[in-house]
């Protein structure tokens, strides 16, 4: 098991920068990626960013300009820092890693670990 704790949601202005931050409670090496998705009333949940054990970083084209996410180890936690904010980054953001679904069993399958998000609302 995995839990995933979130921080940082809030309201912003359009144009402003802003980070969030999700931390695991597992040594983040454990896990085969850790990454950032979002979600909208009425639509499906999509990937902003990710970033995998070995470091390859995804990020979604509608933000690839935009949003960074990088990780710091010693604190097994991901962030994910946004700039120039627009009202369509408005969005529920969930923290999400892909692990074993018991970590005393490699041969066990790989799922989603979700936290239970955080809102951010890009707004004047």
């Known amino acids: 098991q995995v839990q995933l704790e979130e921080y940082g949601g809030g309201f912003v202005e359009p144009g402003e920068s802003h980070q969030l931050i999700c931390a695991a409670s597992r040594n983040i090496f454990s896990l085969n990626a850790m990454g950032w998705y979002r979600q909208v009333p009425g639509k499906q949940r999509d990937l902003v960013a990710s970033?995998?054990?070995?470091?390859?970083?995804v990020v979604g084209e509608s933000v690839r300009d935009r949003f960074t996410i990088w990780r710091d180890t010693s604190k097994n936690s991901i962030y994910l820092e946004m700039s120039d904010l627009k009202p369509e980054d408005t969005a529920v953001y969930y923290c999400?890693?892909?692990?074993?679904?018991?970590?005393?069993?490699?041969?066990?399958?790989?799922?989603?670990?979700w936290g239970k998000g955080t809102p951010v609302t890009v707004s004047s």
């Open positions: 970033i995998s054990k070995n470091g390859t970083i």
């Open positions: 999400n890693a892909r692990a074993l679904k018991n970590f005393d069993d490699v041969r066990s399958p790989i799922v989603d670990y």
